[in-house]
């Protein structure tokens, strides 16, 4: 009972990954994450080596969005120094309902 709760754990993590990274791709909001629910027991040995490679995904999918954050970050900063245009007179007005 032990590995498959542990297995539907990491199942669970894997498709929040692919979740997230679907909406990194398509510049969507990050779902939010699902209520954390895993078995009270250590993981099995035979499982290490899958939630290594599901943390080594989580640790890429944070460097990634780090780096979406900083580029937005510097967008804005470089927007922060602009002056919006100034008005020019476009003409005059005319009232043709007068």
Do not use: C, H, K, Y
């Not at 120094?81 to 009232?95: E, F, L």
């Amino acid at each position: 009972m032990t590995a498959e709760s542990w297995a539907t754990a990491l199942d669970r993590i894997e498709a929040e990954l692919t979740a997230i990274e679907d909406a990194i791709d398509n510049g969507q909001p990050a779902p939010l994450p699902p209520e954390p629910n895993f078995p009270a027991e250590p993981i099995p040995v035979d499982l290490g080596p899958r939630a290594a490679a599901l943390l080594e995904r989580t640790r890429r999918l944070e460097s990634r969005a780090t780096e979406e954050i900083d580029g937005i970050r510097d967008a804005l900063r470089a927007l922060g120094g602009r002056r919006p245009p100034v008005a020019t007179n476009t003409g005059r007005i005319v009232d043709v309902g007068a």
